[in-house]
């Protein structure tokens, strides 16, 4: 009996899920079913479903995410009427994830185990823990503690912006830019447009001759827009009478997928 209880998760992994084979939910499912596992971002267990139609949704539901799920058993276990299968979960989010996050493109491989009862040969309830915080890790959905991702971007931006700044190098300009970079220099005045101009400007008006400090801090962040506010300090210049001057800048940073900046804005107040 613990053999066919045993076939009964196999043929649910391999045929159902692997192979798709939703008409052999009625077979291997009873109409009576207890679920308990908790959908990722659910907040309850389903409870008594109709097995065979609650199972073939939740497949759909997964393969509309992950076209490519495939789930390998790698132990399966059974005593009395219940069956413990530990399995490696794969696939790639193609479809919204939840339904309602857009697809990520990344790949996930996680664990899960999945506890069955047998109860006149179908499989008549189900539990399961699954490794789903690294799933979401791997996917991207959540970042780890600490600085998460897009502020190592804009962190690394600024360090960058700070090499041009210091030493108005053509090359060092150019990789802070898109090709298409809008750049706003000041208040009031139109943009420039595209990484050469950019360049170009930069270098006639670059401070790489002018002692400065300079000092920030990332105070927000919206659909790739990042809020910076700086601090610029020119020390008093002997060549011109003005006495040293302090400014605060408020900076609007566009990044692009591969860090560069396809739009930078920025505003800025002489305060003494």
């Known amino acids: 009996m613990p053999e066919s ?3 009964l998760v196999r043929r649910y992994f391999e045929e159902v899920i692997n192979a798709r084979g939703l008409e052999a939910c009625a077979q291997i499912v009873s109409e009576d079913y207890v679920e308990h596992a908790v959908a990722p971002f659910g907040r309850s267990e389903p409870g008594h479903v109709n097995g065979p139609i609650a199972t073939r949704e939740s497949l759909e539901w997964l393969i509309a995410q992950f076209p490519d799920i495939h789930m390998t058993i790698e ?7 219940t069956v413990v299968a530990r399995v490696l979960s794969e696939g790639t989010n193609l479809g919204k994830l939840n339904g309602i996050l857009p697809p990520t493109g990344r790949r996930f491989v996680a664990r ?3 506890w069955f009862r047998v109860e006149n040969d179908k499989l008549a309830e189900h539990w399961a823990t699954r490794e789903d915080l690294p799933a979401m890790l791997q996917l991207g959905v959540v970042q780890p503690p600490g600085p998460s991702q897009s502020s190592a971007d804009i962190d690394r931006w600024l360090q960058l912006y700070l090499t041009a700044w210091k030493t108005d ?3 060092d300009i150019a990789r802070l830019f898109t090709d298409d970079a ?3 220099t000041e208040p009031f005045r139109d943009a420039i447009s595209g990484k050469d101009a950019i360049v170009a400007w930069w270098i006639e008006h ?3 001759k002018t002692a400065w400090t300079f000092e920030s801090k990332r105070i927000a962040r919206e659909d790739g827009v990042y809020v910076v506010h700086g601090i610029t300090g020119y020390p008093k210049d002997e060549a011109k009478p003005a006495a040293a001057r302090v400014y605060h800048n408020l900076w609007f940073v566009t990044l692009s997928d ?3 900046a396809s739009e930078f804005v920025e505003w800025w107040m002489l305060v003494r």
């Open 5 to 7: 209880h045993k076939e």
């Open 258 to 260: 591969d860090g560069r």
């Open 182 to 184: 809008r750049y706003f």
């Open 75 to 81: 132990a399966l276990v059974s005593q009395g009427n």
């Open 206 to 208: 670059g401070d790489s």
């Open 112 to 114: 899960q185990s999945h």
């Open 169 to 171: 190098a053509p090359d």
